[in-house]
């Protein structure tokens, strides 16, 4: 084993290439090399496992991101999963599909995703490298908990929570495909999402039943949340927590987000959640039994008409 921790691997450029990856990550992908990773699970908790691909023209343009920014991004998403179970990382995964016009990108792409995986206070367990002809990055992430948040828990009554502020990488994105900078608080926020996995521990333990990650946008996720409780769900769009210079109607539509939109029975202390974590936490409406697997967004009582969410098949 290297003096890194990594195993040693034979000649060739491929392996060349692993190696300037292993390089680059250090003691965050200590251990690496091997056909498989072995891994443990605390006793009595279950293992949660998730996958997510981030491609090239699809979920970013190059012209877009730095190197390191695209790389962090991608691994930020998938254990933004983790997050949404109330899970703890026990390792990631990265398959790297790299186009020849990449090759001189990789040490950005590879120290992007060092950062997300230091963030999340985990390491690179394995992956996998090949050729392609547009950059993807495939991340799959390990987790474990012993009481999973998911998502059909919430039951009528229940108080709606979102973390952090919403509507910055909806804004961003616009900016972007209309060939104009992104306001700085809005690239801020598309470029360098955050997985909330601390935070969603912490809202475990507080009394949230029902959680799932704003990667679809608020109206779009929030669907996803009220079909699989059989619950339907009242939002109220003045509450909804926004980026400076958002509209509130554009952050329901607005994807990549990251946070956490949860269900609890009981009220939260937001304040508490402010002051260990630095963003708010914010009840921005409940659920109903009436309309089941429906969500209304009202904007002083009265339904707002032709809200939608994000679709990744829509054009």
């Given at each position: 084993m290297s003096d890194a921790g990594h195993l040693g691997m034979g000649a060739g450029v491929e392996f060349d290439t692993i190696r300037q990856l292993l390089a680059q990550w250090g003691p965050h992908a200590a251990g690496a090399g091997d056909d498989a990773a072995m891994l443990d699970?605390?006793?009595?908790e279950q293992l949660a496992v998730s996958v997510d691909t981030s491609v090239e023209n699809v979920h970013f343009r190059r012209a877009w991101l730095t190197p390191a920014e695209i790389g962090a991004r991608a691994v930020t998403a998938a254990l933004s999963d983790l997050a949404a179970m109330g899970a703890a990382p026990l390792g990631v995964l990265v398959a790297l599909a790299l186009p020849e016009t990449w090759r001189d990108r990789l040490v950005g792409l590879a120290e992007g995703i060092g950062l997300a995986v230091s963030a999340a206070e985990t390491r690179i367990v394995g992956g996998n490298l090949s050729a392609a002809s547009e950059l993807s990055i495939t991340t799959t992430v390990l987790g474990h908990t012993g009481a999973p948040l998911r998502r059909d828990r919430a039951r009528a009554g229940d108080a709606v929570y979102v973390t952090g502020r919403l509507g910055g990488p909806g804004a961003a994105l616009q900016a972007l495909l209309a060939g104009r900078t992104p306001e700085p608080g809005h690239r801020?926020?598309?470029?360098?999402?955050?997985?909330?996995?601390?935070?969603?521990?912490?809202?475990?333990?507080?009394?949230?039943?029902?959680?799932?990650?704003?990667?679809?946008?608020?109206?779009?996720?929030?669907?996803?949340?009220?079909?699989?409780?059989?619950?339907?769900?009242?939002?109220?769009?003045?509450?909804?927590?926004?980026v400076e210079g958002v509209a509130a109607r554009d952050a329901l539509a607005s994807g990549e987000e990251y946070e956490l939109l949860v269900a609890a029975s009981g009220p939260l202390d937001a304040r508490a959640f402010a002051g260990r974590f630095g963003i708010p936490l914010t009840a921005i409406?409940?659920?109903?039994?009436?309309?089941?697997?429906?969500?209304?967004?009202?904007?002083?009582?009265?339904?707002?008409?032709?809200?939608?969410?994000?679709?990744?098949?829509?054009?």
């Open positions: 699970v605390p006793a009595g801020e926020r598309f470029a360098h999402p955050a997985a909330r996995i601390a935070e969603a521990r912490w809202l475990a333990g507080a009394g949230v039943v029902a959680a799932i990650d704003v990667s679809d946008g608020l109206l779009a996720d929030a669907g996803h949340l009220a079909a699989a409780s059989g619950v339907g769900l009242e939002l109220d769009l003045a509450a909804i927590p926004l409406g409940r659920a109903v039994a009436e309309h089941p697997g429906m969500v209304e967004v009202l904007d002083g009582g009265r339904r707002v008409a032709g809200a939608r969410g994000h679709d990744h098949f829509s054009r």
